[in-house]
């Protein structure tokens, strides 16, 4: 089994950063694939980035955030980060870690790809 702790949520002004941080225990050698995502009160879950941590460390971005999120991994392979720059108070909003093995059928974005969750880190952009 594996578990994901997120951390590193706060509350900033429109145009400033956060670091997300999720960090994995447990069984590691069993996800290939992490990404994040978020919901604000009221809205539908929404894919944010994700990253496949074997070979080519392809990553994805929702459209809404690309070009001012970067995910990556930690120096310490446990460890993924989500830095966002240029925050805008429309990415309020509560902020989930995933992981999973990168199966075939689903694109790489699809929250089906998606078997453990962390229990979010909320993030607020007050503009």
């Known amino acids: 089994q594996v578990q994901l702790v997120e951390s590193g949520g706060g509350s900033v002004q429109a145009g400033g950063s956060l670091r997300l941080s999720c960090v994995v225990s447990g069984d590691r050698d069993s996800i290939n694939l992490m990404g994040w995502f978020r919901q604000a009160p009221g809205k539908e879950r929404e894919g944010v980035a994700t990253i496949y941590l074997d070979g080519d460390y392809t990553t994805t971005y929702a459209d809404s955030v690309n070009g001012r999120f970067t995910i990556s991994q930690g120096n310490n392979r446990n460890t993924v980060h989500l830095q966002m720059d240029s925050l805008k108070h429309e990415d309020t909003a509560m902020y989930y870690c995933?992981?999973?093995?990168?199966?075939?059928?689903?694109?790489?974005?699809?929250?089906?790809?998606?078997?453990?969750w962390g229990q979010g880190t909320q993030v607020t952009v007050s503009s």
């Open positions: 995933a992981a999973g093995p990168r199966r075939l059928g689903f694109s790489q974005s699809d929250a089906r790809q998606f078997r453990t």
